[in-house]
């Protein structure tokens, strides 16, 4: 047999997990327990505790089959004298923390903090302190933020940014950014890609406009604690989906291959605008798709449609970084 590098490891379990919440303790309607309480039932095992600018790790909540991740998200706002809000453009970063024991009262101070400057070179500056603190930053929502390349090509620093964000898709269609994590790619920016829910829960389950269950992140890890979540979310261990599943993803040989729940395409989306694809014939699905790399792709990610129109999303990978021998035998 070939030998084999997997993309997604092959020892682990798959948690299921919702990267981006909200609660009461900012704008939330459910409580942290409540949150915890629905997302079980829906067979989450994650959930990423992100209240505006509140840090609170919600350490008390881990039980066996659920662990609760402790982080913020912080809004740094454009101020335009006479431009109202909602024409402004804002940072909205996500900040994970790896250690919620070191220097809580330290990291709730900072994340509370009222003093930002819509400017790039303050946010790079305060990612940084944030990471010295001990959290990985994500950049959420780009469209809905209004912002464009010329501002988050620029960011520094970023773990991961949301690719899918279910909030925004039903708030104004805003919650799919996968050209902006090309554009990212494509300036070197080697960052991984969440999808989460960012709900707020105004609507009731079962309602159309219900903000949860719609964007998940499911990450392979050793076991579901802290630590091992936490190393496989920074070793970037983990895909994004709205609802297909990415089963098992690896490199044999030079053949990039790829097992998927039922799916109707699957694509290899790279640096250059040429894409691998597979595509069922109409009525059908696929489930795997096998294609060989030529190592010129710069990175490859792998991006996969459901019959509804939903996508599953695995990171970027760059095969530079690879132990691949591409020259011709
Ligand atoms: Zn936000
Ligand atoms: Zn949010």
Same mark, same amino acid.
């Given at each position: 047999m070939k030998e084999r590098i997997y993309l997604l490891p092959e020892e682990g379990n798959f948690y299921k997990g919702n990267m981006h919440c909200h609660t009461t303790i900012s704008d939330? &309607?459910?409580s942290p327990e409540q949150i915890k309480e629905e997302y079980r039932k829906k067979g989450y095992q994650i959930v990423a505790y992100t209240d505006h600018k509140k840090y609170i790790p919600?350490?008390?909540?881990?039980?066996e089959d659920f662990l609760p991740l402790a982080g913020v998200e912080v809004d740094i706002n454009e101020i335009r004298p006479g431009k109202e809000r909602i024409r402004t453009r804002m940072f909205h970063i996500n900040f994970y923390d790896?250690? %919620?024991?070191?220097m809580p009262e330290e990291k709730a101070r900072y994340c509370a903090? $009222?003093?930002?400057?819509?400017d790039l070179s303050y946010v790079n500056a305060y990612i940084r302190k944030m990471k010295k603190l001990g959290f990985l930053a994500s950049y959420n929502h780009p469209y809905w933020s209004m912002q464009n390349y010329d501002e988050y090509?620029?960011? $520094?620093?970023? *773990?991961a940014m949301e690719i899918y964000n279910h909030g925004c898709e039903l708030e104004?269609?805003?919650?799919?950014?996968p050209q902006a994590y090309d554009e990212m790619l494509r300036c070197q920016k080697n960052i991984f890609c969440l999808a989460s829910d $960012?709900?707020?829960? #105004?609507y009731p389950f079962? /309602? %159309?406009?219900?903000?949860? *269950?719609g964007g998940f992140t499911m990450i392979k890890s050793r076991e579901l604690t802290y630590p091992a979540v936490m190393k496989a979310l920074e070793q970037g261990d983990f895909y994004s989906s709205m609802?297909? @599943?990415? /089963?098992s993803l690896y490199i044999e040989g030079k053949d990039l291959v790829v097992e998927t729940s039922p799916v109707q395409k699957i694509y290899v989306k790279m640096e250059g605008k040429n894409c691998y694809k597979k595509v069922a014939p109409s009525g059908e699905t696929l489930t795997e798709a096998r294609f060989t790399l030529?190592? &010129? #792709?710069g990175y490859i990610r792998v991006a996969c449609r459901s019959e509804k129109g939903l996508f599953a999303n695995s990171n970027a990978y760059f095969? @530079?970084?690879?132990?691949?021998e591409f020259t011709t035998e």
């Open positions: 939330g &309607k459910l919600h350490q008390e909540l881990t039980s790896t250690n %919620p024991e070191e903090a $009222d003093y930002w400057n819509y090509t620029q960011l $520094d620093g970023l *773990f104004g269609l805003y919650g799919y950014n $960012d709900n707020h829960n #105004e079962g /309602h %159309p406009l219900c903000d949860s *269950f609802g297909p @599943e990415i /089963h030529t190592g &010129k #792709e095969l @530079e970084n690879m132990p691949i």
